[in-house]
């Protein structure tokens, strides 16, 4: 069934089926948010790390993203990340289970996100390459984000 056709479906409206309808909004919403990285929305954030945190939508911080790591069902996507020190990492967790994105060296941990759609940011200020790895899944799941220099 189509987008439209789903959210204009009467079985939607009804309060019984709200988390089908929450799923759909939430599924739109990455689709506005993976669309306005590419076309340099970025800003720099001077927060500190773990600046925003919130269902997906929510969370203004999140909205100028410089980078964007996703959490699905197979892993982080991209496995690694590119960004400019001191600008905002966002990370969207799209899977059905709670993840995290935590650096190996201890320099950012963001909080537990929930699946379907739950999103934090944090900056890095340093450049390096920082390694990653979800706290639920250490060895199974892990990423990269190399930090340039701020041009």
Do not use: W
């Not at 905002?88 to 935590?102: C, E, F, K, Q």
């Not at 979800?134 to 220099?149: A, C, M, R, S, Y």
């Amino acid at each position: 069934m189509p987008l439209t056709a789903m959210l204009s479906d009467p079985a939607t409206q009804d309060s019984t089926h709200r988390p089908r309808r929450e799923r759909l909004r939430r599924a739109v919403g990455l689709v506005v948010v993976g669309a306005a990285v590419p076309l340099g929305l970025a800003a720099c954030s001077p927060s500190p790390a773990n600046v925003g945190h919130g269902p997906l939508g929510i969370s203004q911080a999140n909205r100028a993203a410089a980078a964007v790591i996703t959490i699905n069902n197979a892993g982080f996507s991209p496995p690694v990340t590119y960004v400019q020190a001191g600008l905002n990492i966002l990370v969207i967790n799209a899977s059905d289970s709670s993840h995290t994105v935590t650096a190996f060296n201890g320099a950012f941990r963001t909080p537990v996100l929930a699946g379907g759609g739950d999103d934090a940011s944090f900056v890095i200020k340093t450049p390096g390459t920082y390694r990653y790895y979800d706290e639920f899944n250490p060895g199974i799941l892990q990423g990269e984000i190399v930090v340039t220099p701020a041009s």
